[in-house]
């Protein structure tokens, strides 16, 4: 067994798209015409990083309950983790791209870690090799 995709709630999948490809530089490996269960148009959008095999399904919301969960899909937890082989690079890109980093790169016994929000206010967690 594998993780195929999990689903982000967004607001908006052309934003989301361009997030996820044009800052993160995620491929989109898909973006196709579907239908809710009830019948009503939506977008099948996934994107994931270069050589990965899991995606990303970008959702966008359907109704209150679901809008309410944008940005808080984990209750304030950093809840998606991106590794990078050359973290200071990484982070150099997406923050001249934007990214907003909840505070500055540090290095834990894991390795080095920065906390940053995707476009729809979630925490990720950007982990590279140990200095």
């Known amino acids: 067994m594998r993780i195929e995709q999990f689903t982000i ?3 908006d999948y052309d934003k989301a ?3 996820f490809v044009g ?4 491929d ?3 973006d196709s015409p579907s239908l809710t269960n009830d019948g009503r148009p939506k977008r099948w ?3 994931r990083p270069p050589g990965a095999q899991t995606g990303i399904l970008l959702a966008r919301a359907d109704g209150e309950h679901q809008a309410a969960a944008i940005g808080n899909q984990l209750a304030g937890r950093v809840g998606f983790f991106l590794r ?3 973290f200071d690079a990484a982070h150099e ?3 001249a791209a934007g990214v907003q980093f909840l505070a500055p790169p540090r290095t834990e ?4 870690v920065a906390v940053f929000l995707d476009i729809a206010g979630n925490k990720w967690d950007l982990l590279g090799p140990a200095t």
């Open 9 to 11: 709630i967004v607001d």
């Open 17 to 19: 798209i361009e997030f």
């Open 23 to 26: 800052v993160l530089g995620f």
């Open 28 to 30: 989109l490996v898909e």
């Open 45 to 47: 959008v996934v994107v």
């Open 84 to 86: 990078a082989d050359d």
């Open 93 to 95: 890109r997406m923050t």
């Open 109 to 112: 016994p894991y390795g080095r």
